[in-house]
T-cell receptor
Framework: DTEVTQTPKHLVMGMTNKKSLKCEQH?????MYWYKQKAKKPPELMFV???????INESVPSRFSPECPNSSLLNLHLHALQPEDSALYLC??????????FGSGTQLSVL | AQSVTQLDSQVPVFEEAPVELRCNYS??????LFWYVQYPNQGLQLLLK??????LVESINGFEAEFNKSQTSFHLRKPSVHISDTAEYFC????????????????FGGGTRLMVKP
């Protein structure tokens, strides 16, 4: 299994809603990532987890809250988002010398 | 600090023609280099990577890239493109010292949109 699975594929939420994005991999990778990608732009790193511990937070606003329940799962909890947070959210995982494996992403629209 | 420059934001090309997508990087240390492809409404797929050894690396679908240390380049080439190659291509670099299970920070270029026309 060489896939990173993200759910849901699409999400529409209001600015007062709370929602969560989910990511799962079964490749035994011990580093997992959240990226944000705006249209026609490269991905921007948000968070990195290593061995289920948050190792990098790229100054992301607190309305985004990551969680790594175990070595296969990564969540991104969303609360009180702004319309400018609308984007494609990508999860990825990696092991030494493999390159990052990305999921298909969640297309998020904040109304 | 690292940076990656993809010199062309769009490359239109006819089907079966050759193509080169250019990538230059700057770094004060040795780097690992990657090309990713992103089809519409999808995530990024790793196309090929250079970590060490032979400077010419190939992918399973006919693309190749050559690491040129003196010119700090990692251009992507394909001798004959297909309609299905139409996508966004991202070049990325990573410093090896950060390439471990503690996580890795890739620096992406701005992307090149390859448009293959019939």
């Amino acid at each position: 299994d060489t896939e990173v699975t993200q759910t849901p594929k699409h999400l529409v939420m209001g600015m007062t809603n709370k929602k969560s994005l989910k990511c799962e991999q079964h490749m035994g990778h011990r580093a997992m990532y959240w990226y944000k990608q705006k249209a026609k732009k490269p991905p921007e790193l948000m968070f990195v987890y290593s061995y289920e511990k948050l190792s990098i937070n790229e100054s992301v606003p607190s309305r985004f809250s990551p969680e790594c329940p175990n070595s296969s799962l990564l969540n991104l909890h969303l609360h009180a988002l702004q319309p400018e947070d609308s984007a494609l959210y990508l999860c990825a995982s990696s092991q030494v010398n493999t390159g990052l494996f990305f999921g298909s992403g969640t297309q998020l629209s904040v109304l | 600090a690292q940076s990656v420059t993809q010199l062309d934001s769009q490359v239109p090309v006819f089907e079966e023609a050759p193509v080169e997508l250019r990538c230059n990087y700057s770094s004060s240390v040795s780097v690992y280099l990657f090309w990713y492809v992103q089809y519409p409404n999808q995530g990024l797929q790793l196309l090929l990577k250079y970590l060490s050894g032979s400077t010419l690396v190939e992918s399973i679908n006919g693309f190749e890239a050559e690491f040129n240390k003196s010119q700090t380049s990692f251009h992507l080439r394909k001798p004959s493109v297909h309609i299905s190659d139409t996508a966004e291509y991202f070049c990325a670099v990573s410093e090896p010292l950060r390439w471990n299970n503690a996580g890795n920070m890739l620096t992406f270029g701005g992307g090149t949109r390859l448009m293959v026309k019939p």
